[in-house]
Nanobody, 120 residues
Framework: QVQLAESGGGSVQSGGSLRLSCTYT?????MAWFRQAPGKEREGVGY???????RYTDYIKGRFTISRDNAKNTLYLQMNGLKPEDTAMYYC?????????????????WGQGTQVTVSS
């Protein structure tokens, strides 16, 4: 079972940027970022395949970028143009097969999350 650990969360003002990182303990295939705001369901942010193809959900497209460095076993989420509605706990997730999805049910392994708070 892979272990995932997120870092890089914090508090920023609207329009600001943050870069989240997620380290993993063994090679995995599809990796994704999800987020969950208080009182809301967990929702997909985007994913990246083992060969580096990324896809994003419509509400963050153009503002966030997912990348991965397999040599460093690290996944990244660069977030620009942050809005108050981006405030949430952000989680990375991993799959052992190269099947990517925006659905949380597709991912068996999860990190503990890192909090992002955006103030207006």
């Amino acid at each position: 079972q892979v272990q995932l650990a997120e870092s890089g969360g914090g508090s920023v003002q609207s329009g600001g940027s943050l870069r989240l990182s997620c380290t993993y303990t063994r090679s995995v295939y599809c990796m994704a970022w999800f987020r969950q705001a208080p009182g809301k369901e967990r929702e997909g942010v985007g994913y990246i395949t083992s060969v580096g193809t990324s896809r994003y959900t419509d509400y963050i497209k153009g503002r966030f970028t997912i990348s991965r460095d397999n040599a460093k076993n690290t996944l990244y989420l660069q977030m620009n143009g942050l809005k108050p509605e981006d405030t949430a706990m952000y989680y990375c997730a991993a799959n052992y097969i190269d099947r990517c999805s925006h659905s949380p049910e597709s991912f068996p392994s999860w990190g503990q999350g890192t909090q992002v708070t955006v103030s207006s």
